[in-house]
């Protein structure tokens, strides 16, 4: 049994009570409340006539029906379930005094983009959110956990989930990662390592020179594709670079109040003689980009490494998965990746749909243009992103090199809105789910990738090794996750 | 209304879900999520994976109609935390599901709902499906207190998550009422937390 750790000492600060059913009774100190998931949980109040325990701790914004053209966030939306979703989601904020961040508050985003950025996600706190890519805010060392629509009712009415504590396993990212790769590429090799379900009934602890290295937005994008190596949370102990991320954000307490705040964060670190339940060690150093070649996470190589046999998978379920894969993405076993034609270019999501994900693209795409016949788009995380990228010209770029620069939201992640994948399109994805149909069609192809890679696809109009635009490049920093945003 | 609450058995004929790592995005494609109920989730369920151009195939769910217990392989539920994926499961019939492993928001999904779900190893599934096959009318019973299932002639052992069975059979994994009766324990754990300001 873990010991000492981040996630036992968060998990008894919020420790509320054991229940009948052995589960603890856990406080969540950040409730994040998006418009998909969290209708029929206000209802079920309603009916049972309760309020929201904790208002003040319960934040909503708008992402997965959002739409991504400007024109069509007219009001109403011209989807009338889109519609009646939001406006679900703006009653019951508004009676139950939630903060919601809509179309006109400037800060309307994805969840998991909307949260950090505004200093809401911080070290120490339970996070909830209806969505299982709640693990990102991990990133601040916070225990984030996506959770199903009754425990939303049971966030709402109680300000608390039932939980079982799960076994603590630390990652020790070893290496440096060369120009050209990126947060993504750590995370999908640590997947491509344990497995798509090597995580379930853990929590990650990414740690180790690799990990450290990476700036905020990078520690966000590794936390957030925890729940793809099947573990519900994970997160990174906070140090000096959490801390000066966090200072002056909103709703990031100033002066005095943030050396009280800090002296909290600390405190919840790890100690240096924690014990964890297992320590692997993954080795990140000269790790060439990765792409999925599958239909899920787990099925993934480097770029310069070939499509691999079904044969080769020791386990017969890997093996099944692996002959399932290779005849959805019409793919032979030995063939490279590279030269995969590609249709469409999505940039963007909870996983990289940040300021430095936008800026990394913007490198390649400097004097390039997008090939004839792809459809490119950069859909910002947040309108807070968007105003950033605005700011710094970076939309230019986009837009200049045939991108269609887009309003925030979900998007093509997962298709609630008008942004979709058609017929068997092949889409280089800056996304976390390969998932047959996930992009909207059942024939679709997803690639996932890092925003770099994303970018050189869709200038060539083929999976492509981003790094062959990035050579000479003399300002390419070695850490490769781009300046932090702030 | 409360010995209804108690789930200690569940069954009737079965439905074979074969596959790993079959994700919620396969159970309840996410452009169905568009409703602010989940009454008519059950209209959606593998509603890809159950059609091709031509209308319906051979999908279990297609020639199982009626099924309550729902027998599946390895990761079941992995991916998307929408509640929409077992809600969609439960509506149509399913009552239990036995399998070699689950996704743990998918398992904690079906624990808020009351639908046990169940695991043994992979043989032992196979063979259940298998007898599913052969036996379409054939019962098959989840004993949840003695964590046990029970097909034609054959009773196996499998395993329960320990909280799980213990919410089910005492009848208390609707969880809202029972934390809400710790109102006063919750706010002495929010005095302790630096970042809560009082909030009522």
Same mark, same amino acid.
């Given at each position: 049994?873990?010991?000492?750790?981040? *996630?036992?000492?968060? /998990?008894?600060?919020?420790?509320?009570?054991?229940?009948?059913?052995?589960?603890?009774?856990?406080?969540?100190?950040?409730?994040?409340?998006?418009? !998909?998931?969290?209708?029929?949980?206000?209802?079920?109040?309603?009916?049972?006539?309760?309020?929201?325990?904790?208002?003040?701790?319960?934040?909503?914004?708008?992402?997965?029906?959002?739409?991504?053209?400007?024109?069509?966030?007219?009001?109403?939306?011209?989807?009338?379930?889109?519609?009646?979703?939001?406006?679900?989601?703006?009653?019951?904020?508004?009676?139950?005094?939630?903060?919601?961040?809509?179309?006109?508050?400037?800060?309307?985003?994805?969840?998991?983009?909307?949260?950090?950025?505004?200093?809401?996600?911080?070290?120490?706190?339970?996070?909830?959110?209806?969505?299982?890519?709640?693990?990102?805010?991990?990133?601040?060392?916070?225990?984030?956990?996506?959770?199903?629509?009754?425990?939303?009712?049971?966030?709402?009415?109680?300000?608390?989930?039932?939980?079982?504590?799960?076994?603590?396993?630390?990652?020790? #990212?070893?290496? @440096?990662?060369?120009?050209?790769?990126?947060?993504?590429?750590?995370?999908?090799?640590?997947?491509?390592?344990?497995?798509?379900?090597?995580?379930?009934?853990?929590? *990650?602890?990414?740690?180790?020179?690799?990990?450290?290295?990476?700036?905020?937005?990078?520690?966000?994008?590794?936390?957030?594709?925890?729940?793809?190596?099947?573990?519900?949370?994970?997160?990174?102990?906070?140090?000096?670079?959490?801390?000066?991320?966090?200072?002056?954000? @909103?709703? !990031?307490?100033?002066?005095?109040?943030? +050396? @009280?705040?800090?002296?909290? /964060?600390?405190?919840?670190?790890?100690?240096?003689?924690?014990?964890?339940?297992?320590?692997?060690? !993954?080795?990140?150093?000269?790790?060439?980009?990765?792409?999925? /070649?599958?239909?899920?996470?787990?099925?993934?190589?480097?770029?310069?490494?070939?499509?691999?046999?079904?044969?080769?998978?020791?386990?017969?379920?890997?093996?099944?998965?692996?002959?399932?894969?290779?005849?959805?993405?019409?793919?032979?076993?030995?063939?490279?990746?590279?030269? *995969?034609?590609?249709?469409?270019?999505?940039?963007?999501?909870?996983?990289?749909?940040?300021?430095?994900?936008?800026?990394?693209?913007?490198?390649?795409?400097?004097?390039?243009?997008?090939?004839?016949?792809?459809?490119?788009?950069?859909?910002?995380?947040? @309108?807070?992103?968007?105003? +950033?990228?605005?700011?710094?010209?970076?939309?230019?770029?986009?837009?200049?090199?045939?991108?269609?620069?887009?309003?925030?939201?979900?998007?093509?992640?997962?298709?609630?809105?008008?942004?979709?994948?058609?017929?068997?399109?092949?889409?280089?994805?800056?996304?976390?789910?390969?998932?047959?149909?996930?992009?909207?069609?059942?024939?679709?192809?997803? #690639?996932?990738?890092?925003?770099?890679?994303?970018?050189?696809?869709?200038?060539?109009?083929?999976?492509?090794?981003?790094?062959? *635009?990035?050579?000479?490049?003399?300002?390419?920093?070695?850490?490769?996750?781009?300046?932090?945003?702030? | 209304?409360?010995?209804?609450?108690?789930? &200690?058995?569940?069954?009737?004929?079965?439905?074979?879900?074969?596959?790993?790592?079959?994700? &919620?995005?396969?159970?309840?494609?996410?452009?169905?999520?568009?409703?602010? &109920?989940?009454?008519?989730?059950?209209?959606?369920?593998?509603?890809?994976?159950?059609?091709?151009?031509?209308?319906?195939?051979?999908?279990?769910?297609?020639?199982?109609?009626?099924?309550?217990?729902?027998?599946?392989?390895?990761?079941?539920?992995?991916?998307?935390?929408?509640?929409?994926?077992?809600?969609?499961?439960?509506?149509?019939?399913?009552?239990?599901?036995?399998?070699?492993?689950?996704?743990?928001?998918?398992?904690?999904?079906?624990?808020?709902?009351?639908?046990?779900?169940?695991?043994?190893?992979?043989?032992?599934?196979?063979?259940?499906?298998?007898?599913?096959?052969?036996?379409?009318?054939?019962?098959?019973?989840?004993?949840?207190?003695?964590?046990?299932?029970?097909?034609?002639?054959?009773?196996?052992?499998?395993?329960?998550?320990?909280?799980?069975?213990?919410?089910?059979?005492?009848?208390?994994?609707?969880? &809202?009422?029972?934390?809400?009766?710790?109102?006063?324990?919750?706010?002495?754990?929010?005095?302790?937390?630096?970042?809560?300001?009082?909030?009522?």
């Amino acid at each position: 049994m873990s010991n000492g750790t981040l *996630y036992d000492k968060v /998990w008894e600060k919020h420790k509320v009570a054991e229940l009948p059913s052995g589960q603890d009774q856990l406080f969540i100190g950040l409730h994040l409340v998006h418009e !998909v998931t969290s209708p029929q949980a206000f209802g079920m109040l309603r009916e049972r006539d309760l309020d929201v325990a904790y208002p003040n701790q319960t934040f909503a914004t708008t992402d997965h029906i959002a739409p991504t053209e400007a024109e069509k966030r007219e009001r109403p939306l011209t989807d009338e379930q889109s519609e009646e979703m939001l406006s679900a989601l703006e009653r019951n904020t508004s009676e139950n005094g939630i903060t919601f961040f809509g179309f006109e508050s400037g800060k309307q985003g994805i969840t998991h983009v909307v949260a950090p950025e505004l200093g809401l996600s911080q070290p120490g706190m339970t996070v909830a959110c209806g969505d299982s890519h709640t693990a990102t805010h991990g990133a601040f060392g916070s225990i984030g956990v996506g959770i199903g629509t009754s425990q939303i009712r049971d966030v709402l009415a109680t300000g608390c989930i039932a939980a079982d504590k799960q076994k603590v396993r630390r990652i020790n #990212v070893e290496g @440096e990662l060369g120009e050209g790769v990126y947060a993504k590429d750590i995370i999908l090799k640590i997947i491509q390592d344990l497995g798509v379900d090597g995580g379930v009934g853990h929590v *990650y602890e990414y740690g180790g020179p690799a990990i450290e290295a990476l700036d905020m937005e990078g520690r966000l994008a590794v936390c957030n594709m925890s729940i793809e190596g099947g573990a519900r949370a994970g997160y990174i102990n906070p140090d000096e670079t959490t801390y000066e991320y966090l200072q002056g954000r @909103e709703y !990031v307490p100033e002066g005095e109040a943030f +050396e @009280e705040r800090k002296a909290y /964060w600390e405190s919840i670190s790890s100690d240096e003689d924690a014990e964890y339940d297992d320590v692997v060690t !993954v080795d990140a150093d000269d790790i060439d980009p990765l792409i999925t /070649w599958g239909i899920n996470p787990g099925q993934v190589i480097e770029i310069t490494d070939s499509v691999p046999h079904p044969e080769d998978f020791e386990a017969r379920t890997d093996r099944e998965a692996a002959e399932q894969a290779l005849d959805h993405m019409d793919i032979e076993p030995g063939q490279s990746m590279l030269g *995969y034609d590609v249709d469409v270019a999505f940039l963007g999501t909870c996983t990289n749909g940040r300021v430095s994900d936008f800026e990394e693209a913007a490198k390649i795409l400097e004097g390039n243009t997008v090939a004839d016949g792809v459809r490119a788009l950069a859909v910002p995380g947040s @309108e807070t992103v968007r105003e +950033e990228c605005e700011a710094r010209g970076i939309d230019e770029t986009f837009i200049n090199a045939g991108f269609q620069w887009r309003r925030a939201g979900c998007s093509m992640c997962l298709a609630m809105n008008d942004d979709s994948l058609e017929g068997d399109e092949v889409c280089a994805s800056s996304s976390n789910r390969n998932f047959i149909g996930r992009q909207g069609s059942k024939e679709g192809r997803t #690639v996932l990738m890092s925003p770099a890679m994303v970018a050189a696809a869709a200038v060539e109009g083929e999976v492509a090794d981003a790094r062959e *635009y990035l050579s000479d490049d003399p300002a390419g920093s070695a850490s490769g996750v781009g300046e932090a945003a702030d | 209304m409360a010995p209804e609450n108690h789930i &200690t058995e569940v069954g009737g004929t079965g439905v074979p879900i074969p596959g790993d790592d079959i994700d &919620t995005d396969q159970i309840l494609p996410a452009r169905f999520m568009k409703e602010v &109920t989940f009454d008519n989730m059950a209209d959606y369920l593998f509603y890809d994976a159950r059609r091709d151009d031509d209308g319906f195939n051979d999908h279990p769910l297609n020639r199982f109609e009626g099924a309550s217990i729902a027998v599946v392989n390895s990761n079941f539920g992995c991916g998307s935390s929408r509640e929409h994926a077992p809600q969609a499961m439960m509506r149509w019939g399913v009552d239990g599901i036995v399998g070699e492993s689950y996704a743990e928001i998918f398992r904690d999904n079906c624990k808020s709902l009351g639908i046990p779900a169940v695991t043994t190893d992979h043989e032992t599934v196979t063979d259940l499906q298998e007898w599913i096959e052969s036996n379409p009318d054939g019962e098959i019973d989840i004993d949840v207190e003695n964590e046990a299932v029970t097909y034609g002639e054959t009773t196996i052992d499998v395993e329960i998550d320990d909280a799980m069975k213990e919410a089910l059979v005492e009848g208390i994994w609707d969880t &809202t009422a029972l934390m809400y009766s710790n109102r006063s324990k919750v706010e002495e754990t929010v005095a302790g937390l630096p970042y809560v300001e009082g909030d009522d």
